[in-house]
């Protein structure tokens, strides 16, 4: 099929398939200045770790096209303020600071030019980003698709497709490649409670390939796994600290625990940009904790009484004991994580 074109910028207008209305309705999302892109990626018009640092670079780059007719000083001071406000706008995936960082490091190494040519300079660099993304997720593909068997179950959490990065995506990649390679597999996708990721993107994303799945509600994981009907599960991530101690989605952890008890394989894809080498482990990620409304409310229906109080975070850590292997674009990350982790710096 054609891409899928989560995030494409054109005419200096970012256009992003806006995934609160998905599957519903298929609209465009256009972010025309960086604080656009930010209530974007807030609002989570564009979500998934990798797509939010592709986003997140096109910020910069509209950045620097609304400042470009400023002199040199002022530029730089107007970048620094955009470049901190794209960097708050999520917490907790780290590809959206790498994606920033980057970005700031060309305009340091480049703050002499004029504003004009830095502004190409961005523009480069964001689509060179993009492209690698998917180049990064093909490749992410063929190496995971070495632990797929000829035939077999998975189950997955969240939407790490086409949606969630430039295109192709990362645990739904791997699907992607071993359905396109021939095997013979069927996907459980899980709806992913509050924002239903699952079955509102993840869904779709199966159906528009015809990749045989069913849908499932979250809690009904743990009797698929006990009774023997999963041989992988595969999710996505937002952070991997050095010990492989991984935050994805909310509800990664207790799919993690099961496959334990019950010796399912359980296979985390994630891009080495989503590696976090300055943290030793899990605890020290931040954990978004997002609006009470995701939880209380359904498409602005009220489903919880007035006045009860919510917990609400968006993602939680798998320890790395939970994990059978790390899939990258360099191969299987194994036990012992930290050493091998630190392999790929
Ligand atoms: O809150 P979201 O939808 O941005 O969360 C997305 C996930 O947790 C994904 O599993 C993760 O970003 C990996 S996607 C390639």
Redesign the pocket.
Known sequence: MDRIKTIEFKDNILHLIDQRKLPLSYQIFQCTSYRDVDFAIKD?VV????A?GVAGAYGVVLAAKEFIDCDRDDFLIHMDEALEILNRSRPT?VNLMWAINKMRSIIEENKDLPPADLYDKLRQEADRMLKQDIDTNRKMGKVGNEIVNEKATILTH???GAL??AGF??ALGVIREAFYSGKDIFVYADETRP?L?GARLTAWELLEEGIPCKLIADSAAATLIRDKKIDLIL????RIALNGDTA??IGTFMLSVLAKEYEVPFYVVAPTSTIDFDIETGDEIIIEERDNSEVTHMEGIRIAPEGIDVYNP??DVTPHENITGIITEEGIIKSPFRENILKLK
Do not use: E, L, S, Y
Not at 47 to 50: C, F, K, L, N, Y
Not at 235 to 238: K, P, R
């Open positions: 989570m979500r998934g770790a990798p939010i995936a969240c939407n790490t969630a990065t995506g990362t924002r990721q999710v996505g991530a937002d994805n989605k968006a993602f």
